[in-house]
Structure formats: C-alpha cells, structure tokens
C-alpha cells in the first residue's frame, strides 16, 4: 500500500503572513501589552466625557468675546412699555403668589384687567392668549371675590388649557395664585 496515496487529501497550508508574526512576536513583550492597555483606557475616558458632558465642549470652544443669545428671553416682561409692573411674587407651596395693583371693584372687568396684568409679567407675547373667568358660584349667586381664570394659547387651539391662575379679593385689589413654571415664561 501506497502511503502517499493513501487516506484524504489535505488542505494546503496556509501562507504566513509576515506582518502578522511580528505582530505576534512584538505582543509577547509586556511593555507593549502595558501600552497597548493604556492608549485603550485613555481612549474610553474621552468618550466617556464627550458622550456625558457633550455641552462642555461647546462652552470650551465658544469665544468668549462673543455674546451668546439666549434662545428665549425670560421674564419679568412688565417693564416693557405700555404694561403695569407688579411685585415679584412669592412661591407659596408648588405655586406662585402675589398682590396687583388696584384694577376696580371686584366684577369681571377688574379680574380680567388682574389677569391681564400676571400675563404681562410673565408672557412675552400676552395679545397670544386668550382668558376665561370663572368666578365661584353656589349656584344662587355668583362671587367675584374668588375665581378661576382658565388661559388658553390662540395660537396652539389643541393644546387645551395653557394655564389656570387663581384670583382672591382681598378688600382693595386681586391677589394671584399660578403655577411655579410661571418663573420661565409663557
């Protein structure tokens, strides 16, 4: 019997690649695989840092000389012309709170006046809105002493309710009541 012949036949060996065992040769050495460690954990500390504080790299690269514009201005807007300041408000609980000045004897005319005046604190736009009084009733009579405004944006129909304020009669004006979110605008 032939032994040569004899049996299946084999794959070629394959071609050494040159490169590749001198890779291999050059892994064996232990100042290599301690570099190698290192250029791959400085590489996952940079992206770390850019996915988890992408806006630092923004803030480092802006000049300083030049001004930045915020995207939205933020209240008070009652400074502007033709519209009534009123007292910077008071966080009472989860909302805001504060006095108006006087708007009339209490009636729908003087709560609307009231509202009007909260929107042109915190709105930039207040004409975009449009109010609703909903003064408190027992069902024999209606009190305009306490009562509800319900503001919705013209703008945006669908949106529902863009905000409910609260107005209480204190004897000589309207005292408001609205939401914390107030603080950052309409």
Do not use: K
Request: charged share 25%; proline share 12%.
């Amino acid at each position: 019997m032939d032994l040569l012949s004899s049996g299946r036949p084999r794959p070629p060996e394959p071609r050494t690649r040159p490169w590749l065992s001198r890779a291999r040769r050059l892994w064996r050495h232990r100042g290599t695989r301690a570099g190698a460690v290192v250029l791959v954990a400085a590489a996952a500390l940079a992206l770390l840092q850019v996915t988890v504080h992408p806006e630092r790299r923004l803030v480092d690269r802006a000049d300083s000389r030049t001004p930045t514009a915020r995207p939205f201005p933020t209240p008070p807007f009652d400074r502007r012309p033709g519209r009534t300041p009123i007292p910077a408000p008071a966080q009472t609980g989860d909302l805001l709170s504060g006095p108006l000045p006087v708007t009339g004897d209490p009636g729908p005319a003087s709560a609307t006046r009231a509202a009007n005046l909260v929107l042109g604190r915190y709105c930039a736009d207040p004409s975009r809105y449009g109010l609703t009084i909903e003064p408190y009733s027992d069902g024999r009579s209606i009190d305009f002493h306490h009562l509800s405004v319900v503001i919705v944006d013209r703008v945006l129909t669908d949106s529902g309710t863009e905000m409910l304020l609260t107005l209480d009669w204190d004897g000589r004006a309207y005292r408001w009541f609205g939401p914390l979110g107030l603080t950052r605008g309409c």
